[in-house]
């Protein structure tokens, strides 16, 4: 059967009917038939995406004002239809801002800033919009007012999807009653079965947001969370690219863009953390990369060739002076134990002009290049062996160079022939090379150690492993020289792949201090746990926030936190909440990074159920990760779930076991209390039967067993002790610490008689004709304290201690 393609050349004009029918399309239209990339994949879903883009622009608008952010969401049902409305006290937007923000996608004032901010491309509330207009048919209400203005600005407008710009069908000012702020209305084809997600949406956003004040009111719920604290996050600054985190096109696109002429000009002003000496060091990479480097060979041990050579390459400059120059030259190479080609032309230049200023002798540009060519040839003649003055054939110094590298580099198993055999044949891979300056980049020089190695295992049987080529090359490496060439200018990298490519990699290679953090604002452990606080009745809190690091260049910050027992939910698994940017990430849990680190820990090691020893813990918890980052890593356009960055979840893991250790100090102390409990309330039990039959056989009365249970169970035992004093009442209050630490106590005791004689330690306040008698002692372990006062008169008491555990606690009053 003939193919469809082997019949084409057969049907003339088809290609250029084929390019008749292509055409560019807009990025809303190419979203209009992918919304489900944005997260408007169901009603259900879409109405819960509408209302996170809404709250997050209204956060992020208020909270650049420097704001408290005052958000109200309201649902209601419109027949087929639900209604959203969204109002924020942010900033308002302006006449000609507006249209654009609400109705063309990829508009925004974020994306090319490197801060954290909770939207960057500019897609999401305008998203909301396109699938508004796509469901219900009907276009987004928007009423905003800027701060200072008698009116505010109402649209009503529609995402023209083929050009991607707003189409206003109505647009006139009108009142309203808030004095700066925004509101939207959408109308859109939904339902409500999502709304346990869209209230945990709302939940959650307080719980990272506790500066916000946030109400929801939908047809069957009203929820109101009130702010926890007046402190806005801090404010990010906007940082420039760091030079580890760039790419090749990014780097040319700037390299075309910049205004500096040098390399080092360019890094310096066009990226974060590079000052003089780090550009320094990326235009040595650069150079190493670019231009290679030159080998450096060792030096003779003695003057006198060198000088015979210098002088016989030096006309027509006089005896003496030819003389000095030639001993200046030598001396100096000999001086050193490596040498360079272009060191060597520099050490020729310096003895020339000094030899010059004394004997009043030029030596030009040629006699130096005669000189250089005479000592290089000297220092680094390349070969196998020279021929000495006795006639006998000796190694040259060069193989002699190269086999005490290798020698070095390579296992103590090969021998000293083969390693003689391969430094001879790297030698001449030297002599191959027309640069007689040796220069190589890193590269070329591990092609020739690759051909030398080849060629000692096909002629002597030897093995040159890969481990061994590389330590070899790196060996040899090390001792090369980078060049002191001048880089190429900006403008000689412009149209220079690959140049700029060798620069991105030197950028890469350079050791760079981390970007700066004040582009970044994370929530803070303090406030983590605030949150946490204002939205969970638990037992028990930790957060952690970890110091921050890199990933592409990109700086970011992880925190978690940890609310146990109390009235969360004890039944399955723990709760995992997730944060990027200060936003809950609600959807595709099993996707994400967050979740992926929480199932791999062994949670048995903090002391909750995990099943099988892997997976989601179970147990009264919420575990909540908050990832903070100029560029969070999403795995895809609806920013659902954070993508499985190694760097990332190392520190998501530490910031999590870092919380779960406090977990961990809390319920084996919480453990060890039940048993004390248990063992205290069976003391309990058995001692007053105890005390009453010793009373009935020595026909006593019942003593008192508080001090038996306090010494028993190793206890604090706070005692209060009353006597006579002439007409008064003395009082002495009575801390003894039976327990294996030092304790601090805060000891109050409510008397309804005006106490005297109190100590400077104690102090008393009166309120409505009660006294209160405070009393904060420290006791070491095995030792008491008392407290004295005394009573004009008869009184009742209350005694009230804090600062000891009541399973440790024993009260006699």
Request: net charge negative; proline share 4%; charged share 30%.
């Amino acid at each position: 059967m003939t193919s469809f393609q082997s019949t084409l050349g057969e049907e003339p004009g088809i290609a250029e009917e084929l390019a008749e029918s292509q055409r560019a399309i807009s990025i809303a239209e190419f979203f209009e038939k992918n919304k489900h990339m944005l997260g408007f994949d169901s009603g259900a879903r879409g109405l819960v995406t509408a209302v996170k883009e809404a709250v997050d622009n209204s956060l992020d608008a208020t909270e650049e004002a420097g704001i408290l952010p005052d958000i109200y969401v309201e649902i209601q049902e419109e027949g087929d239809y639900y209604k959203l409305i969204v109002e924020d006290n942010g900033p308002g937007l302006t006449k000609a801002s507006l249209p654009k923000v609400f109705g063309k996608l990829l508009y925004g004032s974020r994306f090319h800033a490197r801060e954290q901010a909770r939207g960057q491309q500019g897609i999401g509330i305008s998203a909301a919009v396109l699938y508004s207009q796509l469901t219900s048919g009907k276009p987004a209400k928007i009423t905003s007012r800027t701060q200072g203005s008698s009116e505010a600005q109402y649209f009503e407008l529609i995402v023209d999807t083929d050009e991607n710009e707003p189409e206003i069908s109505v647009e006139e000012t009108t009142s309203w009653d808030r004095p700066h702020g925004t509101r939207i209305e959408l109308e859109m084809e939904a339902n409500m079965r999502a709304r346990s997600q869209l209230h945990d949406y709302i939940k959650h956003t307080a719980v990272v947001n506790p500066h916000a004040r946030l109400e929801l009111r939908e047809p069957q719920a009203h929820f109101k969370f009130e702010r926890a604290t007046d402190q806005l996050p801090e404010e990010t600054e906007e940082i420039r690219p760091h030079p580890h985190g760039v790419e090749l096109g990014t780097v040319m696109k700037m390299l075309a863009a910049t205004d500096s002429h040098t390399v080092s000009g360019f890094v310096q002003e066009e990226f974060t953390r590079v000052g003089k000496k780090t550009a320094d060091s990326i235009v040595d990479a650069f150079r190493d990369r670019h231009d290679g480097r030159e080998m450096t060979w060792t030096t003779p041990q003695t003057t006198s060739d060198l000088e015979d050579a210098v002088s016989r390459a030096t006309a027509n400059k006089g005896p003496d002076a030819t003389a000095a120059f030639a001993a200046s030259v030598a001396d100096a190479v000999v001086d050193r134990e490596r040498i360079a080609h272009h060191v060597l032309c520099e050490l020729v230049e310096r003895a020339a002009e000094s030899v010059a200023d004394e004997y009043d002798t030029t030596f030009g540009d040629t006699v130096q290049e005669h000189a250089v060519e005479a000592v290089w040839h000297e220092v680094a003649a390349v070969g196998g062996e020279d021929e000495d003055t006795d006639g006998e054939r000796e190694e040259s110094r060069t193989v002699s160079d190269l086999y005490a590298l290798a020698d070095e580099a390579t296992s103590t198993r090969k021998d000293d022939e083969t390693i003689h055999a391969f430094a001879s044949r790297l030698v001449g891979r030297f002599t191959d090379e027309d640069d007689v300056r040796h220069r190589l980049t890193r590269g070329r020089l591990r092609e020739h150690v690759d051909r030398a190695a080849d060629l000692t295992e096909e002629y002597d049987g030897a093995t040159f492993g890969d481990t061994a080529r590389e330590n070899v090359t790196e060996v040899i490496w090390t001792v090369m020289a980078t060049v002191p060439d001048d880089p190429p200018l900006v403008r000689e990298l412009v149209d220079d792949r690959d140049a700029s490519s060798d620069l991105v990699d030197a950028m890469r290679e350079t050791d760079i201090m981390a970007p700066p953090t004040r582009c970044l604002s994370p929530i803070s452990a303090d406030l983590i746990e605030t949150g946490l606080r204002k939205e969970f009745d638990a037992d028990f809190y930790a957060a952690a926030s970890r110091n921050a690091e890199v990933h592409g260049g990109d700086p970011f910050v992880v925190e978690a936190g940890i609310a146990y027992g109390g009235e969360v939910e004890a039944e399955g698994g723990v709760d995992v909440l997730r944060f990027a940017n200060r936003v809950p990430l609600v959807y595709q849990r099993g996707a994400c990074a967050t979740t992926d680190v929480v199932k791999s820990i062994g949670w048995r090691n903090y002391g909750l159920d995990q099943p099988g020893g892997s997976g989601l813990p179970n147990g009264p918890a919420v575990i909540m990760v908050h990832v903070a980052s100029t560029n969070v890593p999403f795995t895809s356009e609806s920013k659902d779930a954070v993508a499985n960055v190694p760097e990332i979840e190392d520190e998501i893991e530490l910031a999590i076991r870092e919380a779960a250790r406090d977990l961990k100090s809390y319920l084996n102390k919480r453990r060890s209390m039940e048993k004390r409990r248990k063992k205290q309330n069976v003391l309990g039990k058995i001692l007053p039967e105890m005390a009453r039959k010793v009373a009935e056989v020595t026909d006593r009365p019942d003593p008192d067993i508080d001090d038996a249970v306090a010494r028993i169970m190793n206890n604090v035992l706070v005692e209060r002790r009353l006597g006579e004093n002439g007409d008064a009442t003395s009082v002495e209050l009575v801390v003894e610490n039976n327990s294996s630490t030092n304790e601090s106590l805060e000891v109050t005791d409510i008397v309804t008689a005006e106490p005297s004689n109190l100590p400077e330690d104690a102090s008393v306040v009166e309120m409505d004709g009660e006294w209160f008698v405070s009393w904060e002692p420290e006791v070491k372990s095995g030792e008491e304290a008392v407290l004295e006062y005394e009573l004009g008169g008869d009184a009742s008491f209350d005694l009230d201690v804090k600062g000891v555990e009541a399973e440790k606690l024993t009260v006699s009053s």
